[in-house]
């Protein structure tokens, strides 16, 4: 009999929302889970939710998206130790 793959749980605060980015059968799987129910009624969500939401359906629906961001990704990758250093600099100036 095949091992079960083991979870990870994880507890969100209530004003937090989180991308979980997967991969199943070669496809990626994105779920969307929210610290607390979100509700469905009515067009306005928060400002979490809803970045959340379209980066799910952006990720899901325009294939090239996930390539630009992680190009984006691989050309700043260095800049983020980078700016913490200057910035460190700029304040003690």
Known sequence: MAKTPETTAMELEPDEVA???GEDDGQMSVRIIAGVDVPTEGT???AAPEIVLAL???LM???DF???VLD???EHQD???GEEDDD???EKE
């Open 19 to 21: 991308l979980i980015i």
């Open 44 to 46: 306005d969500l928060a």
């Open 56 to 58: 799910a359906m952006r």
């Open 61 to 63: 629906k325009d294939p």
């Open 66 to 68: 996930h390539d630009d």
């Open 72 to 74: 984006w990704y691989y």
């Open 79 to 81: 800049d983020a130790d």
């Open 88 to 90: 460190e600099e700029k």
